[in-house]
């Protein structure tokens, strides 16, 4: 419990001193940004409080409402944290991504080495999968994770075993893809929809599969 606590601990600074970038214009959004502040600051002391302790689901839901109200590397990275204590690790690999992107300019060589360690210990565990998709604007599911349109520009964690990559569009046949992943694996996967008026018309509604058996290593950047 120690190594996590002191992970905590290292990223407490960078909290603080992200709340003291906020400008505020007027004196009513003043009033706004501090109030906001000082949840923000509780939500996160009582997520520490939670995980000191050991209960990481407590911790989890309160760094998850800090970081719903402020979009912090910091906040970002004790959630993941906390994910990865619950073994919830694509959760953790997520966030973790999301912290390292995104960390403040003020944060340490200490604090980056540890989101480093935790996105890898994240990583690890899951699958990456990196999507091309065309047209462009279709809709993305994977799994149960609406992507929204595409292009999809950054990896996608996924749980290893079987996934279903589903795609469709506005005039084009939609398509299922069945993939296989395992942990610690990045996979490429390309999907090309066929305009309907082009698609055979006996065409049977199959889902394609893949077996997953090109992923390679997880070296690659995940932004």
């Known amino acids: 419990m120690s190594r996590t606590r002191s992970f905590s601990r290292l990223l407490l600074v960078g909290l ?19 109030s906001e502040t000082a949840r923000v600051t ?5 997520g520490k409080a939670a995980f000191a302790k050991g209960d990481m689901a407590e911790a989890e839901r309160l760094f998850g409402d800090a970081l719903a109200m402020r979009k912090s590397s910091d906040i970002a990275a004790n959630l993941a944290q906390s994910q990865l204590e619950q073994q919830k690790y694509r959760k953790a690999a997520e966030n973790f991504a999301w912290a390292l992107a995104n960390l403040l300019p003020s944060a340490t060589d200490a ?11 994240a990583r690890a565990e ?22 929204g349109k595409s292009p999809v520009v950054s990896g996608v964690y996924v749980d290893p075993g079987e996934i279903i990559v589903s ?8 398509i299922d893809k069945r993939l296989m992943v395992g942990k610690g ?19 049977a509604a199959t889902p394609a599969v893949d077996s997953g058996l090109r992923a390679s290593g997880t070296g690659a950047d995940d932004n």
Do not use: W
């Open 111 to 121: 604090q980056r080495k540890a989101v480093e360690t935790g996105l890898g210990r």
């Open 167 to 174: 795609v469709k569009h506005d005039g084009f046949v939609a």
């Open 42 to 46: 509780e939500l996160f002391k009582s």
């Open 126 to 147: 899951v699958a990456v999968l990196r999507l091309e998709i065309a047209p462009e604007g279709s809709d993305v599911l994977v799994g149960e994770q609406n992507l």
């Open 185 to 203: 694996t990045e996979q490429a996967v390309e999907i090309r929809l066929t305009p309907k008026d082009d698609a055979p018309a006996a065409v």
């Open 16 to 34: 603080v001193l992200g709340s003291r970038t906020l400008a505020a214009p007027t004196v009513a959004h003043a009033q706004t940004a501090a």
